[in-house]
Each structure stands twice: as structure tokens, then as C-alpha cells.
């Protein structure tokens, strides 16, 4: 086996480690079981862009004060819900920023 054969660490989509179900900090137990489900059930998906096509990308996401990552999404779920193809149960996007702390009793 050629070393750019070897197979990666976290799977045959080089993931790499740290990157599977259960790898990431223990969940809060104050977060609720919904957003625990939606963050476990996203899937990591290699995109390969043209670099202009990027950097237009990414300038428009700032000018949104989105992510690249979340600008890609906003637009594939317009483009899918415009034609019609977005699944009903698919899960709304993340609310954006940091999560809210609970209020204290």
C-alpha cells in the first residue's frame, strides 16, 4: 500500500479523528435533546470549489456575518425549498452566535 493510499484515521472519508459520534465534549445536560440530535445527525461533506468562486463565496458570507460553511448551507436550503425538494422534516438551521445561558433561579 502506497502512503497516499493508507487508509486514514476516522473512517475510508478521512475524516480524521475526533470527528465521529460521541468524540466531542459532553453535551450539556441544560441543552436541550433537540439540539443535541440536530448536531449529532449533520453530516461533513469535501466540497471542491473553483478559488474565485470561493472567494466570492466567502465575501459574500461576510458581508452577512455567516461562515462560508453556513452560507452554503443557507443557499443550497433556499435553492431545495424553491423547487420544491426540501424535506419536510429536515432539521431548521442552528441559530446563529453563542448559545444562551440559563437564567438564574
Known amino acids: 500500500m502506497t502512503p497516499s493510499a493508507a487508509p486514514r484515521p476516522g473512517g ?4 480524521g479523528s475526533g470527528s465521529g459520534p460521541g468524540s466531542g465534549p459532553a453535551p450539556d445536560p441544560a441543552e436541550g435533546k433537540t439540539a443535541r440530535v440536530a ?11 473553483d478559488p474565485q468562486v470561493y472567494d466570492a ?4 458570507a461576510g458581508e452577512e456575518l455567516r461562515s462560508a460553511n453556513a452560507q452554503i448551507e443557507f443557499l443550497l ?4 425549498s424553491e423547487s420544491g425538494r426540501l424535506p419536510g422534516g429536515a432539521a431548521p438551521i442552528p441559530p ?10
Do not use: E, F, I, M
Open 12 to 15: 475510508p472519508q478521512g475524516q
Open 39 to 49: 448536531r449529532q445527525a449533520r453530516k461533513q461533506v469535501l466540497l471542491r470549489l
Open 57 to 60: 463565496l466567502a465575501r459574500w
Open 77 to 80: 436550503r433556499r435553492a431545495l
Open 96 to 105: 446563529r452566535g453563542r448559545p444562551r445561558s440559563a437564567p438564574d433561579p
